[in-house]
């Protein structure tokens, strides 16, 4: 069975920074993209940073980029998010995910 398992959310204020961890199993996770998504009150799910298996390439949302840094971990299955410089629209719940599925979530609220 696939799994995530997300940690590392809370409160910040903007300006400040949260570092986000998710914890894969159930796939070969070396061999696969890691994605983390968001998803804010009212809006839809939304890709944020995304990493091939080998770590090479990494894209992100123009409104991320610049502030958050996604990395992995292949011994450790483990896929981080690095966010500084927090606004309060990065407030949301934070997913990671692979294989067209995603965890339950972290939430991440940024105030002024």
């Known amino acids: 069975e696939v799994q995530f398992v997300e940690s590392g959310g809370g409160s910040a204020q903007a300006g400040g920074s949260l570092r986000l961890s998710c914890v894969a199993s159930g796939f070969t996770f070396n061999l696969n993209t890691m994605n983390w998504y968001r998803q804010a009150p009212g809006k839809e799910r939304e890709l944020v940073a995304s990493i091939l298996s080998t770590s090479v390439i990494t894209t992100y949302a123009d409104s991320v980029k610049g502030r958050f840094t996604i990395t992995r971990d292949n011994a450790k299955n483990t896929v981080y998010l690095q966010m500084n410089n927090l606004k309060p629209e990065d407030t949301a719940v934070y997913y990671c995910?692979?294989?067209?599925?995603w965890g339950h979530g972290t939430q991440v609220t940024v105030s002024k």
């Open positions: 995910g692979a294989l067209g599925t």
